[in-house]
Structure formats: C-alpha cells, structure tokens
C-alpha cells in the first residue's frame, strides 16, 4: 500500500434512491467514485450489501484508514445505530450500521445522518471552509440542517437537532407532512410538496419537481406560485434559525436549489426579511461540492481525530 493510499477513506453516503461511495484523500479530493440505486424496500441486509460492494469497488485494493458514512434517518453518532427512518429505507430503524460495516471490512467505521455529512464536507473545503460557524440547509426530497460550530456538529440530546423541515410553517396550512403531523415547513417546501401542490392547482398527475419548474420557465403562473411560495416557506424559516444559531456562514443544497434564480432569488428575500438587525449581514450561499459533500464529510469522519464530531449536547 503506497503513502497516499494510507491517507486516504472511503465515503459512503446512503440515500433514498442512490448509494454512492468515493475514495477521498487528506486535503478532500475525490480519487473515485461508485454508485448503486438503493434497495430501501428490500431491508438493511440489502442496503448493507450495496454500501459494502460500493466499498470494496472505490477501495479497489488499497487499505484506507476507515469508512465515513452518511445515511438517511436518525443516527446515533456515538453508536452508530439508526434510530428511526422513514418507509423509504424499510426496517431502517435499529441498523447497527457502524458494527455490522465495521465486522465486514475490519475497519473503524463512523456514522451520522447524511445532512451532517454534507455540512462536514462543506465546512471542510467546500462553501464554509474557514468559516467558524456555518448553518447547512439540505432542500429536496426533504428539508434538513445541520449547524457546524468550531469543526463540531451539534447533534442535539437526541440525535435529532436540524429537522428544520418539521418546524411549524404557517405557510404549510393543514397540509400533511411526512412524519404524520400538519403543518410543517417539509410539507411546503421539500420537492415532493412541490410537485404535489402544482398537481392539485392544474388537476392533472405531475411526476417531477422539474416539470414543475419546466412549466414555470414556460409561463405557468401556477407553477411559478408554487416554486415561489416553497421558497418564500423555506427562507423564512432560515431566517428564523440564522437568529436563533448565528452562524457565520449559510449554506443551501439540495436538489431544489436547482430551479434557479426563480427559487433562490425569493428564498433569500424571505430569509432576510426575518433577520435580527445583528445578523443582518450573515453570508447566504449555494453549496460549492454539490453531491460530493456528503462524501467528502463522510470521509472527514475518519481522515483525522481533529475534524471527529464529537456530539455537542
């Protein structure tokens, strides 16, 4: 095994339709990638199997330092065990994902939610590199966040601090959110609300957040409402956690960030208007590594013990 192949670890990030890992060096470059759908309806046991084929693919004969994971649901850092998750990845919930990793490779494994991930990565050498507190907002499938403070990631008493998607949001109405519950900033400003409420205005099926978009560029004035009124939801709400976390710096990925300057322009006046004189001027910026912040946080987990989040309560 060379010198830099010592230096390096593997990524993983699981989501709810693609598992990707990289093999990421010291200073954050990508050497390569692999990528599988992933088998959520299938169980754990083929969710593992895919992340463990995608480890030993991006490995490709070297012996890396250990594996970083990111992963959809609630994870306990310190354990490594999901906590809960959604029927996207079926019987999710109570993974021992750290150990049963870590039995199959023989490598120390470390494990956080996949949003904590892309904010590690991001406050590495991505938007946030050098800042010494950042916010990271992930708007897509769902809304998530993650606030990074002096390398350290808040994790909350319960594994759960960032699901700024299940803050209450007057502009959800009585609309249903994925949790079960009414009202919340998911159910108004994640992609798949988007989608849903262009299809109840124009009364016909709509598959894709990017239909929704395609239509709006096109003229639509019920599509351009919806993209905007998501936006507007999702920046006030920001606004609300920039008051209450002061971070330096804000970060917004996801996949709903690419609607474009349609989306973002009426997001960050919403996010300002809700701004406290002091925090008036906080930097508000897209992500810079995109899909690859999540691997490249993961692997951050066990490049080095510095960057180790240690789960700030």
């Known amino acids: 095994m060379s010198a830099a192949a010592s230096r390096c670890a593997v990524g993983v990030d699981?989501?709810?339709?693609?598992?990707?890992?990289?093999?990421?060096?010291g200073s954050g470059a990508v050497i390569g990638r692999a990528a599988e759908p992933t088998?959520?309806?299938?169980?754990?046991?083929?969710?593992?199997?895919?992340?463990?084929?995608?480890?030993?693919?991006v490995a490709d004969g070297t012996r890396p330092l250990g594996?970083?994971?990111?992963?959809?649901?609630?994870?306990?850092?310190?354990?490594?065990v999901v906590l809960s998750a959604t029927s996207v990845l079926r019987d999710w919930a109570g993974t021992l994902v750290r150990e049963r990793i870590s039995d199959a490779t023989a490598l120390p494994v470390q494990v956080v939610n996949d949003v904590h991930a892309h904010a590690l990565?991001?406050?590495?050498?991505?938007?946030?590199?050098?800042?010494g507190s950042m916010l990271m907002v992930a708007v897509g499938t769902g809304v998530g966040a993650s606030f990074v403070h002096g390398g350290e990631v808040l994790f909350g008493a319960h594994c759960v601090a960032g699901h700024l998607g299940h803050v209450?949001?007057?502009?959800?109405?009585?609309?249903?959110?994925?949790?079960?519950?009414?009202?919340?900033?998911?159910?108004?400003?994640?992609?798949?609300?988007?989608?849903?409420?262009?299809?109840?205005?124009?009364?016909?099926?709509?598959?894709?957040?990017?239909?929704?978009?395609?239509?709006?560029?096109?003229?639509?004035?019920?599509?351009?409402?919806v993209v905007t009124d998501g936006a507007k939801a999702l920046g006030a709400a920001v606004g609300g956690a920039v008051n209450l976390l002061d971070p330096e710096v804000v970060v917004i990925g996801g996949g709903v960030v690419g609607a474009g300057q349609m989306w973002w322009r009426p997001m960050e006046r919403a996010l300002r208007d809700e701004l406290l004189p002091a925090t008036a001027d906080v930097q508000v910026c897209g992500s810079r590594l995109g899909s690859d912040a999540a691997l490249v946080g993961a692997a951050r987990l066990v490049l080095t013990d510095d960057f180790r989040t240690k789960g700030k309560r």
């Open 67 to 80: 594996v970083g994971i990111g992963s959809a649901g609630v994870i306990d850092h310190r354990s490594g």
């Open 168 to 225: 209450p949001s007057a502009a959800a109405g009585s609309r249903l959110c994925v949790c079960g519950r009414v009202g919340h900033l998911e159910a108004v400003a994640a992609g798949p609300a988007l989608t849903a409420s262009y299809s109840e205005l124009v009364g016909r099926p709509v598959s894709t957040l990017q239909e929704v978009v395609r239509d709006a560029v096109a003229g639509s004035e019920a599509a351009r409402v």
């Open 121 to 131: 990565g991001e406050a590495w050498i991505g938007a946030a590199a050098g800042a």
């Open 14 to 25: 699981i989501g709810g339709t693609k598992t990707v890992a990289a093999l990421v060096d």
């Open 39 to 57: 088998p959520g309806g299938d169980g754990p046991d083929a969710i593992l199997a895919t992340a463990l084929r995608l480890v030993k693919a």
